[in-house]
């Protein structure tokens, strides 16, 4: 099973990556974290990215493609993978096609998860991180305790990221429906992708999902 989660931010393709990773044993891939894996082991690709990231400046096309082709090489994802966040843009989505492709591991399925524009800011704008170990909670569905300590790790660092907060999701969204929305045509013409509706329970969703990919 080889599959790349789409769509905008916030629609909840981190859950559901991490619902098909346990369902299938395959490894959830975003770029984030193999990023941060890199710079943690001090790789070159990863002192390489810390530069620009230090510089203020976006990691570029030509080095996210080098990470991801040689993660995507691991012997783990022999069984397939799931990539999340990745591609963002159509050079990154034709340099995917022709290295999966090459390894013999060509992507199989796109699926894009689609909830309306009100209901992600409504979503995005609710959610709250611990700073120490990473725990999300949500104002609306899942709060975090009103002594303010976190559940896992027992802090008091509770805050809203600035990810989330509502103009920097209104920037989120710009710089999505000019880079990457556009992938999506690009991948219905190949024949890839599958649509499915991402603005109800969490648990129904990965099962539409799986009826669509198996
Ligand atoms: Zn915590």
Same mark, same amino acid.
């Given at each position: 099973m080889r599959l790349i ?8 393709? &981190? ?11 395959? #490894?959830?891939i ?28 976006? *990691? #570029?096309?030509?080095?996210?493609n080098s990470?991801v082709e040689k993660r995507l090489r691991n012997?783990?994802c022999k069984?397939g993978f799931?990539l999340?966040?990745y591609p963002?843009?159509v050079p990154q989505a034709e340099f995917l096609i022709e290295v999966s492709n090459k390894m013999d591991r060509g992507i199989e399925k796109v ?11 409504? @979503? ?16 609306? %569905?899942? #709060?975090?305790?009103?002594?303010? *300590?976190?559940? %896992?790790? &027992? ?5 809203? @990221?600035?990810?989330?907060? #509502?103009? %920097? ?10 880079? %990457?929305?556009?992938l999506?045509?690009f991948y219905?013409n190949k024949g890839l992708l *599958?649509?499915?509706? &991402?603005? &109800? ?14």
């Open positions: 989660l789409f769509g905008a931010p916030g629609v909840g393709k &981190g859950v559901q990556g991490n619902l098909l990773k346990e369902k299938y044993n395959i #490894p959830k975003s770029t984030g974290d193999i990023l941060r894996d890199n710079i943690k082991n001090d790789t070159p690709e990863g002192k390489e990215a810390k530069e620009y990231m230090n510089s203020g400046k976006l *990691v #570029p096309d030509s080095l996210i990470i012997e783990d069984n799931i999340d966040g963002r843009t699926i894009s998860i689609e909830v309306e524009k009100d209901l992600i800011v409504k @979503r995005l704008s609710s959610r709250r991180v611990c700073l120490s170990c990473g725990e999300v909670y949500n104002m609306l %569905t899942d #709060p975090p305790p009103e002594n303010g *300590v976190c559940r %896992t790790c &027992g802090e008091k660092k509770i805050i809203q @990221r600035d990810d989330d907060k #509502p103009e %920097t999701i209104e920037k989120r969204f710009e710089v999505y429906n000019k880079d %990457t929305h556009p999506k045509e219905n *599958v649509e499915v509706d &991402g603005s &109800g329970d969490i648990n129904e969703i990965h099962k539409n999902i799986i009826s669509l990919i198996e």
